[in-house]
C-alpha cells in the first residue's frame, strides 16, 4: 500500500470521529511514520498531556502528537480491508489516550 493510501485512511478514520468529539480535540497533531525505532512493532502512539490531566502550566505548550505507525499496521494485516479496520481502531485508541482514556478501560471498551 502507498504513503499516500495509507494516510488517506488515517485521514477517512479522523473524519469517523463524532464532530462534538472532534471539536473537543486540543493541541494535538496526528502523523505517519514507517515504525517506532524503539518499539518496531507498536501501532501507534499518544505524545502529551492528556485533556484530563492539563492545567494552567499547560498554556502555550507545544502540541500533542499522535504517531499512526504505518509499517507495522501494514505488516500485521493480511488486506486492505485490515488494514482499514486496524487504522481505525489505531487512531481511536490513541485519540483515547489524549482524551485520558487508559489501556484498561479502552480493553473494557473493546478498543485496545
Known amino acids: 500500500m502507498s504513503p499516500e493510501r495509507f494516510e488517506e485512511l488515517v485521514s477517512d478514520a479522523l473524519d469517523r470521529i463524532p464532530p462534538k468529539l472532534a471539536a473537543a480535540l486540543d493541541n494535538v497533531v496526528v502523523l505517519v511514520e514507517e515504525h517506532n525505532a524503539e518499539e518496531p512493532d507498536l501501532l501507534g502512539l499518544y505524545e502529551g498531556v492528556a485533556l484530563t490531566e492539563r492545567d494552567s502550566f499547560y498554556a502555550g505548550s507545544l502540541p500533542d502528537v499522535i504517531t499512526i505507525y504505518r509499517g507495522a499496521l501494514l505488516q500485521m494485516c493480511e488486506s486492505e480491508a485490515e488494514v482499514v479496520d486496524e487504522v481505525t481502531i489505531t487512531v481511536v485508541h490513541e ?18
Open 95 to 112: 485519540i483515547a489516550h489524549h482524551f485520558g482514556i487508559d489501556d484498561e478501560r479502552l480493553h473494557e471498551l473493546g478498543w485496545a
